[in-house]
């Protein structure tokens, strides 16, 4: 499954895109899970010391927010899903 980060999440995950081995159907938790495992410095860039997403980070589903969708994060991933992490971008 194919992964891509923005803006500093790509110097920690080494690119834009990041291949993950993972069974069809996984739920958002269970990739997310996995994304810190094989990084753990992003641990404290999408995570809060309860191990939730903090609000600020999105986690998106085919262009779907999963913060906002009926099964959040207990939502299944399929392979052929475009999933895209964003952290905090700020600006002016």
Known sequence: MKVNF???LRD???GKTVEFDVDHGITAQELLDKIVE?????RKELL????????HVHFFINGRDVQFMEE???????QE??????PAVGGG
């Open 6 to 8: 923005f803006a500093t």
């Open 38 to 42: 094989r990084f753990p410095v992003m």
């Open 48 to 55: 809060d010391q309860d191990g939730k997403m903090y609000g």
């Open 81 to 86: 899903d475009t999933i895209n992490v964003f």
């Open 72 to 78: 959040g994060f207990q939502t299944k991933i399929m």
């Open 12 to 14: 920690i995950a080494g």
